[in-house]
């Protein structure tokens, strides 16, 4: 099946609001072998959303919206989808009921009259329900096997309903042999781009007949394999051997798959081992904290963290010497480790961390230049440090800098076995 996505609504247009759906839409759709041909952003007025559907369901008779069926005079997309069918507005007495006791039973009132828009629907259509929601999905489709999914702009709104009703219906739509389209992700951290692809060497271009995409960001390169025409175990299978041998190439530079986000995966592993960790940061400024700290369930082993920001606070809280700082410089190699230390001592963790560096875009020297970062890492006692210069405007220095330092903390669980003095605590 080839689809087109349309999303619909100025603040797309004007940058105000990241399309962040049609993303999720082609990730989701292509498990089903359901490829996405093109995507096209138009804003509320009806004749650009008219448009907008009417060329794509010319190209492939199959469309999905999402956007514009709120309450208010912009949320345009059912009357002008409705009108390349042919079709008038009805109001749906369900719908409607179901609204004024949603609202009655949230807000405490009468529902407003301007609301009553989104019970308005085209003749003849399927209603989707939206658990997540007040907007309802639509399902419009005509004699000649044409169709338009109207679905919310609401990114949680508009996943939720995916899930629950298009792809089912989808699925029961397609043949159960059919190709699939299926990807694999390998999560790597620290190495270029350009090194991956030295290390990976004849496979840099695809694996056994597989597609190889790098996807550079700040948490790492992603290396994105993509199996376009095998059924859905074939796939499978070709995509994890294609995986492995991919792995053996980089193996010490990739920390996870998919969606693995490095600083859930390092509290699992600290509390595998009945560790805790806490943090002292400097130019992130409790980036690395929040972090760790965004993971459900991670004050089992998180303790809390310092933001030493100033050198009279990296001395006065951490215990950093002050004549360290003066010979060194706040941003060197004995100042992290002495902030990883003195953090972990404080907390009485297991682990401590330290990160100070100069995230721009002033106060870089051609001996640090901007982007210089140095980590250090206090196992038990064990201290190791690293320094990167780390590319980017400040705010990419400041995450990359926190990904630095989850990646160091792999690195040193990759080799506790060689780590004396480590005990772990609860």
């Known amino acids: 099946m080839n689809l087109e996505i349309v999303t619909i609504g100025d603040e797309l247009l004007l940058g105000f609001t990241i399309d962040t759906n049609a993303a999720h839409l082609a990730r989701e759709l292509a498990g089903l072998g359901v490829?996405?041909?093109?995507?096209?952003?138009?804003?509320?007025?009806?004749?650009?959303?008219?448009?907008?559907?009417?060329?794509?369901?010319?190209?492939?008779?199959a469309v999905i919206t999402t956007g514009g069926l709120g309450p208010t005079a912009d949320d345009m997309t059912k009357p002008a989808i409705a009108s390349i069918f042919g079709k008038g507005?009805?109001?749906?007495?369900?719908?409607?009921?179901?609204?004024?006791?949603?609202?009655?039973k949230r807000f405490g009132h009468a529902l407003p009259v301007s609301n009553e828009q989104q019970a308005m629907v085209p003749e003849g259509c399927t209603i989707l329900p939206n658990r997540h929601g007040s907007a309802p999905g639509i399902w419009l489709e005509d004699g000649d096997g044409r169709w338009v999914i109207m679905l919310p702009g609401v990114p949680r709104e508009m996943r939720g309903m995916l899930a629950d009703t298009v792809i089912p219906t989808l699925r029961d739509r397609l043949p159960t042999d059919g190709p699939v389209i299926r990807s694999k992700t390998l999560r790597t951290a620290n190495i270029a781009e350009s090194a991956l692809a030295d290390r990976l060497g004849e496979l840099a271009r695809g694996v056994n007949g597989l597609s190889l995409a790098y996807l550079p960001g700040s948490d790492g390169v992603d290396l994105r394999l993509t199996s376009w025409d095998k059924d859905a175990r074939a796939a499978t299978a070709a995509l994890n051997e294609a995986g492995e041998l991919v792995r053996a190439k980089i193996e010490r530079f990739v920390y996870g798959e998919g969606d693995d986000d490095l600083a859930a995966l390092m509290l699992a592993e600290c509390a595998a081992r009945e560790a805790t960790v806490a943090v002292a940061e400097s130019c992130t400024g409790g980036l690395l904290g929040m972090r760790f700290t965004a993971v459900p369930g991670s004050s089992r082993t998180f303790l809390g963290g310092t933001i030493a920001y100033a050198n009279?606070?990296?001395?006065?809280?951490?215990?950093?010497?002050?004549?360290?700082?003066?010979?060194?410089?706040?941003?060197s190699e004995p100042v992290a480790r002495a902030m990883a230390t003195g953090v972990r001592l404080r907390f009485g963790s297991t682990i401590g961390l330290g990160i100070t560096g100069i995230a721009g875009?002033?106060?870089?020297?051609?001996?640090?230049?901007?982007?210089?970062?140095?980590?250090?890492?206090?196992?038990?006692?064990?201290?190791?440090?690293?320094?990167?210069?780390?590319?980017?405007?400040?705010?990419?220095?400041?995450?990359?800098?926190?990904?630095?330092?989850?990646?160091?903390?792999?690195?040193?669980?990759?080799?506790?076995?060689h780590i004396e003095g480590w005990t772990a605590r609860g």
């Open 89 to 104: 507005m009805v109001m749906d007495e369900a719908i409607l009921t179901n609204l004024r006791e949603r609202w009655h």
């Open 35 to 61: 490829r996405i041909v093109r995507r096209a952003t138009c804003g509320d007025d009806a004749e650009s959303i008219k448009a907008a559907v009417q060329g794509a369901l010319a190209r492939t008779g």
């Open 361 to 417: 875009p002033d106060g870089g020297t051609p001996e640090k230049p901007v982007g210089t970062v140095w980590v250090g890492v206090d196992i038990g006692g064990d201290v190791h440090a690293v320094r990167a210069v780390l590319p980017g405007d400040r705010h990419e220095i400041r995450w990359r800098a926190a990904q630095l330092a989850l990646d160091r903390l792999r690195l040193a669980f990759r080799r506790e076995e």
């Open 312 to 331: 009279a606070v990296k001395t006065r809280e951490l215990g950093v010497p002050p004549e360290v700082i003066a010979e060194h410089g706040a941003v």
